[in-house]
């Protein structure tokens, strides 16, 4: 059975997409983020919670103050990509459920009234934005470098504050000269699919 979803598509999507860890200097337009974010907003979360955060680094002193919280082997790449984005997980999103959830407005106190609850849900939620975002990215026609080799601390209190999480910094751009490794291995469909 094939996919609806055209195979050129797929291939920009997954097969032929890759984590990228050079870039040329072809600069990463407001334009093209406010598409990716336009397009993967409407990606599902539980009870329609909207807990991603992304800090766009552009500046050179805010890359500067970036690039000293990244792991050495991440420097270089984080340095001199087109675009840098800090994602993050907001652990106050319930103040926005009554918006976002307006059939149900009680879940706000019903469900998340207690910060070890939506911690966990802030957590969950916005790594499946951070992945939607990560496929926008190369819906765009980018290459996407996530990183999670980082100081999280110096992060979050460098650019965040303690109601936001990071979960990983993300290099975004036309990818450059050698950009890839060689794909590694994935597990089969027998490995991961259980029928019962």
Request: overall charge negative; cysteine-free.
């Given at each position: ?7 050129a ?11 990228a ?6 600069p990463?337009t ?6 990716i ?15 991603l955060?992304?800090v ?6 805010g890359?500067?103050r ?19 984005a800090?994602?993050?997980a907001?652990?106050e ?9 307006p059939?149900f407005p ?11 609850v ?6 969950l939620?916005?790594?499946?934005q951070a ?11 980018l ?11 110096g992060?979050?209190?460098e650019f ?7 979960l ?5 751009g036309?990818?450059?000269d ?11 469909f027998d490995?991961v699919?259980?029928?019962?």
């Open positions: 059975m094939s996919l609806v979803l055209d195979p598509a797929q291939d920009l999507l997954f097969r032929e997409a890759r984590t860890n050079t870039f040329t200097d072809e990463v407001d334009e093209q983020v406010q598409a974010y336009d397009l993967v907003k409407f990606g599902p979360t539980a009870f329609n919670q909207s807990p955060r992304v766009l680094v552009r500046s050179a002193e890359r500067e970036l690039v000293q919280h990244m792991a050495e082997g991440n420097r270089p790449k984080t340095a001199t990509a087109p675009l840098v800090i994602l993050a907001d652990n999103f319930h103040e926005e459920l009554p918006a976002l959830l059939h009680q879940a706000k106190d019903l469900f998340f009234s207690e910060r070890p939506r911690e966990s849900a802030a957590g939620n916005a790594a499946l992945a939607y975002f990560i496929i926008g990215v190369r819906a765009a026609g290459a996407a470098g996530p990183m999670t080799g980082y100081d999280a601390a992060i979050q209190k965040l504050d303690d109601d936001h999480t990071p990983m910094v993300v290099n975004i036309k990818p450059g050698d950009a890839w490794f060689p794909r590694s291995p994935r597990l089969s490995e699919i259980t029928t019962v």
